[in-house]
C-alpha cells in the first residue's frame, strides 16, 4: 500500500510504514520523526519532524498547519469564519498594559466570506 504516497526528496518519506496511504512528503528527510501508518497527511521540510515548516491533513476537516512566521504579500481571500486562538505567548511588542489596560484583550473581525 505504500505506493500511494507521494515522496520528493532524498529520504522523504523514510519514515512511513507499510500500510500508510494517500501522504505527501516534499524535502530531504521530510515526513513525520516516529515511524508509523499515516494516511492523508502531508509534510513540507527538510527534515523528520511533527512541526515541519506546512503540515496538513487532508481528512475531514482538512487542516493545514504553519510552524513559522506567515507572511502574506497581496490578499487574502476566505469563505467561512474566522476562529481566533487565544494564546498570546506569541506576542511581542504589545504597548496595551501601558495606556492603562491591565492585560491583553484581543479584538477581533469576522468577515463572512471575502478579502481582507
Sequence with gaps: MAESNTKIGTKAGLTLADG???NISIGQNSGPRTKGVYSKR???DIEQTDRPLIAGNFG???LVDIWGNLYVHGNINFAG???PILDHHGL???DYASS??????????VI????W
Excluded: E, Y
Design 60 to 62: 475531514k476537516p482538512r
Design 20 to 22: 500508510s496511504t494517500f
Design 81 to 83: 469564519a474566522i476562529v
Design 112 to 115: 463572512d466570506g471575502g478579502t
Design 92 to 94: 511581542s511588542n504589545l
Design 42 to 44: 502531508l509534510w513540507i
Design 100 to 109: 492603562g489596560h491591565t492585560g491583553f484583550q484581543p479584538t477581533l473581525t
